[in-house]
Structure formats: structure tokens, C-alpha cells
């Protein structure tokens, strides 16, 4: 990439984007890529906030070396250590003579596990400040957003909130780099799938980053994934705010596992239902076919979901299995459930499935449905109960 944009005053982007990762973290695809964000504060003292991930970097560090235009860097502020920001950490320390690190206690013991890295760092802790002259930048530590030691960078001049990963979404910037030059329906969709395959799980944590944040008046959210939130930077917050407390919109996603299609039969009843029932928003996923990353973002969309398994050496299908052992993990909220499935020989898929519901302890709306053999009109009763039910039940 070429081109640096400018943020606000002093402030530069100098992100990169990824079209060669096929799997963020290796498990979550990226049909349309990523960005890494990085960002340099050029003021009487300049400071780099978070780097980029070094297979991707290209000119990154030309770049930089274009805008100081023969300056020193004095910073480099570290609020996230996962390598698609911290990649370029040790490029930069010896290409920048005397730069010198900003982090948290825990970032620092990162830092010398990877690179060996000893000298120059400054340890910063919540609330303190660091002056650049015209910007005073000042930290929170966000433990847990996503990882222990994530910290945000806040430009108390021209309020700019450096998240890390926080609002943050998957999909290359193609141009457009700020949400008044872009149309963000597709981010929003993208922010959601990475709130909620990668940051999800620690959402009570979110909350508690929100609360800290009050109050806090904000111009713009730059984040290191995505689009720079400059225009509606509340948009964003507002998002977080509600998928951290599990708040979702009115929908019920079918998730069901079928190998011969006896069970998909009942999803498509099921689904049918749904709809002579009212409500309107009604996605059904063959979890063989769709990608965990995808189903979980519809989970956190919806706030009906139903599971359907085919019984499969006694247990339920292993990728149902696979799928709510990461609900599990995740601690999924606020979600009414539906279940069913079908079996011919000992069963297992259903049995397994409401172990998963006790497990998660998520409201079941209706007695699971289950079937044996092939589904036919004189099979449907309990589907057509539990359509009715969940109906009921998601309409606001
Ligand atoms: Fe964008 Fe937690 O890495």
C-alpha cells in the first residue's frame, strides 16, 4: 500500500491490508481479507500506535520513514501482542534508533519472550499519560479485549480512542478507510463476525472496558481491523454495547446436521413454521456446509436458535458436537433454544443435544423434537409445537 491517510491533525493511518490470509488465527476464514491499522502521531515527540503483522507488511516501514521525513520515532505504543499487530514490533525497534516502547507489565513480558527485547521500555499503568507535546495520550488497561494483556491508547486532544482489536472487523479496506467514505452494511456484518468468533467469549469483559470508557468524550474510534469510526464513532460503541449483553435482533437461525437429509427435512418444516408463525428473519444452516465462523455471527444476530442433529455412533453429529462445545466455551447468552433431530437406529443426536442445553443453561421453549426414520405429516406434531413456541417467544 501506498497512500497514508490522514486521520485527524497530526494524527497518520498507515495500515496495511492482507489478501493472502485465508484463515485469521488459522481457523476463521477471510473471504475479503483484513487490515492491519497501525497509526503515527507526528507532534514534538511522534509515537506509533501498534504495528503490523510482518508477512504483510511490505513498504510498511518506508512509510513511516516517509512521514518523519528525517524525525526520530520516539514511541511506539504497544496496546495489543497478538502477532497481526505486534509483527513488525522487533522490525521497527532496530530500525529506529532509541525508540522506545510503551506497554503494560504484561505486554513487556511478552515482548522479551518473542524478540528478547530488554531495553527501552516504559511501563505505563491505567489512567497514566504520556505528553507529546500537542497530544497527551493517556492508557486504559482493557485486560481480557481479547486478550490479558490489551490496553487502549486515548488522544485526549483530538479524542481519538485507540481500541487495538475492540471494533475492529474483518474485510480489507478497498479504498475507503474512514465510515464517512465507505458503505458500512458490510462492516457492521464483519464487525459482528469478529465480535463474536474472537471477542465474544469475553464479553463481560467488554463491559467492563465500556464502563471505564464513560464518559470519555470520543471523536473517533481507530481500531486495528477495519474502517476508522471518524464520522458516527457511536455507531460502533452502541454495537458493542449490545452484543456484549447478548442483545439481539428478532430471528431464529436452524443449525442442523443431517447425513441423508431426514433431519433438514425437519429444519425446512420447521423453518415453514416459523414463518405461518410471523416471524420474518429465519436463516437455515447445514453446519457441514457453513463455515463455524459464519453460524456463530448468526447466532449472535438472532435471538431464537434452534439445533437439529442426526444421531451419529450414538452421539450427534460431530460437527453439531464441535459447534456447541464453542458455544459452550463461549457462555452464549440470552438466546431461546429449540432442538430436534431425527435417528433410525440407537439415537444419541437429541439425548446429546439437550445435555448441551443443560449444560449452557439456556431456556428451551419447547420439548425437543424428534422423529424416527423418515419424517411424513403424521410425524410433524412436536415441530410444529415448537415453531409455534419459538415464534412466540423471539416476537418483540
Ligand atoms: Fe487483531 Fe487480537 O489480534
Not at 442442523?256 to 436463516?283: C, P
Request: glycine letters at 8%; one cysteine or more; aromatic letters at 12%.
Amino acid at each position: 500500500m501506498h497512500y497514508t491517510e490522514l486521520v485527524k491533525g497530526k494524527v497518520h493511518w498507515i495500515g496495511v491490508n492482507d489478501r493472502r490470509k485465508r484463515l485469521f488465527e488459522n481457523m476463521w476464514p477471510l473471504e475479503r481479507g483484513v487490515s492491519y491499522n497501525s497509526y503515527l502521531i507526528l507532534d514534538e515527540k511522534t509515537a506509533l500506535v501498534d504495528t503490523v503483522e510482518d508477512r504483510a507488511a511490505g513498504n510498511y516501514i518506508e512509510r513511516i520513514e516517509k512521514l518523519l521525513n528525517g524525525r526520530k520515532l520516539d514511541y511506539l505504543i504497544i496496546n495489543h501482542m497478538e502477532p497481526d499487530h505486534s509483527g513488525e514490533i522487533k522490525d521497527i525497534f532496530n530500525h529506529f534508533n532509541g525508540v522506545k516502547l510503551i506497554g503494560n507489565l504484561k505486554t513487556f513480558k511478552i515482548v522479551e519472550a518473542y524478540w528478547g527485547i530488554k531495553d527501552n521500555l516504559q511501563q505505563v499503568d491505567d489512567c497514566d499519560i504520556i505528553d507529546l507535546g500537542y497530544h497527551k495520550l493517556k492508557f486504559f488497561m482493557t485486560p481480557w479485549v481479547h486478550w490479558p494483556e490489551t490496553m487502549m491508547t486515548y488522544d485526549t486532544t483530538d479524542q481519538i480512542l485507540f481500541s487495538g482489536d475492540a471494533f475492529g472487523s474483518f474485510g480489507t479496506l478497498d479504498g475507503g478507510i474512514f465510515d464517512d467514505e465507505i458503505n458500512d452494511t458490510f462492516f457492521e456484518e464483519e464487525m459482528r463476525r469478529y465480535y463474536s468468533n474472537i471477542v465474544g467469549k469475553y464479553s463481560n469483559m467488554v463491559q467492563k472496558a465500556l464502563v471505564k470508557l464513560q464518559g470519555i468524550p470520543i471523536q473517533a474510534v481507530a481500531p486495528t481491523h477495519g474502517p476508522v469510526w471518524r464520522s458516527n464513532p457511536n455507531k460502533v460503541i452502541g454495537l458493542y454495547d449490545r452484543w456484549s449483553r447478548y442483545e439481539a435482533e428478532e430471528g431464529v437461525v436452524i443449525i442442523f446436521a443431517s447425513m441423508y437429509g431426514n433431519t433438514e427435512m425437519m429444519a425446512d418444516y420447521i423453518g415453514r413454521k416459523l414463518s405461518e408463525n410471523g416471524v420474518k428473519n429465519i436463516r437455515i444452516h447445514d453446519v457441514s456446509r457453513t463455515h463455524i465462523s459464519h453460524l456463530i455471527n448468526e447466532i449472535w444476530k438472532y435471538n431464537g436458535l434452534i439445533l437439529g442433529s442426526c444421531a451419529y455412533n450414538s452421539q450427534m453429529f460431530p460437527l453439531m458436537e464441535q459447534l456447541t462445545r464453542e458455544l459452550t466455551h463461549m457462555g452464549l447468552k440470552n438466546k431461546y433454544l429449540g432442538l430436534f433431530g431425527s435417528y433410525s437406529w440407537n439415537g444419541g443426536g437429541v439425548k446429546n443435544l439437550m445435555s448441551f442445553a443443560q449444560e449452557i443453561g439456556l431456556e428451551l421453549v419447547a420439548e425437543p423434537a424428534e422423529i424416527f426414520g423418515k419424517p411424513s405429516d403424521d410425524k410433524y406434531q412436536q415441530c410444529e409445537v415448537l415453531a409455534q413456541k419459538m415464534a412466540e417467544k423471539v416476537k418483540k
